[in-house]
């Protein structure tokens, strides 16, 4: 009983812990890695080869392959490098009617806007009856953090992306026969997000002025923008948070002594985020004279104030195998997730009014992996495996905050059994990813403010490391 209460007090630490933001890896920014055991298969065939606590993720109907009570708590350390090689972007420049390219500094590449982060989770199950299973476990099955150099030439569109998500993973499964398990749970998630880029203020009010004030306005407000006139610019920064509900099932079927059929889903997750936008240094305008009421129109837009916006995180269907002849084992799935749920990344004011809207247009994604596991006795396992991962990012929506393309994985682990009810897992993963193409126009609408065009070519390398700690009891 007290080493249940020692899980029990784990799984709330690691409530807190889980909400470090994660590097991405697997496509978009989903996060397949909920258990350090997996790694080493490169998470081929999960939802019929899990034998721990991390079916409540996985596949809950496996939960029923679990003898007596088990804790498990891993981490995967995530490092993450992504560069920018420019070809021939360009600085921030008004509507064609004027041309005007507006005089602020050009920018570097903008460094490695990658890192190392820890991405930990931890689970608990216990059989409380003959046929009965019960389980909660504590992930993040999404994150996301890309942070450029505040002053690199893509800064306009993107200089800071965090994605962080907390899920809460009750569970239940239930044995219906010798042959056949299933499971479900609910999923109670908690999203915290925040974006940052530089706002070319000077150009902004310049443009506006001209357009509706005409020539003695743009001239007013060229004006109050002080010694740096057109080039005026600053930070601004949007952050936000929301609770959502989701949920999650998955079956098992035993066909023969040698092999196994799992299937899970995962489903939708729709946020409504409620937050604040902030403008640093933001110009302040008079609203009389020459400028009259597009002073405080300008001042109005620049305002820090609630914003809202909503995001509908995608579901996930998984079909896997896996099959035991001697000392092998052979593991392999194909996952689909519905990327297609975000089409775009649209943030609007509680008046309703509209502060900015990228286009996204993700696609409906697919992965496949193939896993090896050799016994090399009855207290070690190798693990080995392979992935192909397709990222949701069409080439001509690609932004800097997502930079993300196709990608391959090659992994191995390793497990080591410590005792009767101890086990430890290690794992390491190599992602090789495609170069991905840039070639984000200087306005995604006519209304929208002038970023400059950034065109050229990211390339990213992602390594993963995990270890697993296991025990039941």
Known sequence: MERHRVGLALIAAIVLAVAVPAGVQASGFQLVEQNGSGLGNAFAGQAAGVRDASAIFFNPAALTRINGRQFVVSVEP????????????????????????????????????????PVPNGYVSWRVANPVWLGLGVNAPFGLKTEWDPDWIGRFHAVKSEVRTVNLNPTVAVRLSEALAVGAGANYQRLDAELTQSVAYGG??????????????????????????????????????????????????????????????????????????TFEQAPVFATGGPVGPLGAGLNARFATGAVRTEIELPDTFSVAAAYEGGRFEILADWTRTGWSSIQDLAIAR???????????????????????????????????????????????????????????????GFEWKLGQKTAIDVGYAHLFLDKATSDRPNQESPTSAPAGALVGEYSAKVDILSVQFRVSF
């Open 350 to 412: 509680t008046d309703g009014t509209a502060l900015s809207s990228v286009p996204l247009r993700f696609k409906d994604t697919w992965r496949a992996g193939l896993g090896l596991n050799y016994r090399l006795d009855d207290r070690r396992i190798l693990r080995l495996g392979t992935a192909w991962d397709v990222s949701p990012v069409r080439d001509e929506f690609r932004t800097p905050r997502l930079p993300d393309e196709d990608r391959a994985w090659a992994a191995a």
């Open 204 to 277: 902004i009010a310049f443009g506006a002025a001209g357009a509706l004030g005409g020539p003695a306005a743009a001239a007013a407000i060229l004006a109050q923008l002080g010694p740096a006139g057109l080039g005026y610019e600053g930070l601004g920064r949007v952050k936000g948070d929301s609770w959502a509900w989701g949920w999650n099932a998955g079956a098992m079927l035993r066909l023969g002594e040698a092999a196994r059929l799992g299937v899970s889903y995962r489903s939708k997750v729709k946020h409504d985020l409620d937050g604040t936008a």
């Open 78 to 117: 995530i490092g993450v490098g992504t560069d920018f090689a420019d070809a021939r972007s360009a600085r921030p420049f008004l509507p064609v009617a004027t041309g005007l390219v507006l005089p602020v500094s050009v920018g570097g590449p903008g460094g490695d806007a990658g890192a190392w982060i």
